[in-house]
């Protein structure tokens, strides 16, 4: 089962999109900073996708760029803040629908961007 890194400051979004994801039969861990991430990876979780919220928390801290970098990702971006960040394969300006940010993770696995 491919596995999802769902990295938000944002609960409402981070369960949402968790929970989408879940009733879709994708495993999907959520978290909050950085440092759950770094956790899950070197517990031997490597995600097929990342779904990042673009917060200047999260967008410069340079174990998720790393992360941003090596796998599949989908930006969950404001349009009125601006953040600079490597190359990703979807950016979703808010507001924006569960169902889409799902959707575009099924796709990604799909194409078998598996990291």
Known sequence: MPVVFVIARDWSLRTGVRAELRERGIEALGMDAAV????????????????????????SDPAIRKLVERVPTILIASRTETLLLPPVDAVLYRPVRIGEITGRVQELIARGHAA
């Open 36 to 59: 759950d991430a770094g956790r899950a990876l070197a517990l031997g979780e490597m995600p097929a996708v990342v779904v990042l919220e673009a917060v200047a928390e999260l967008a």
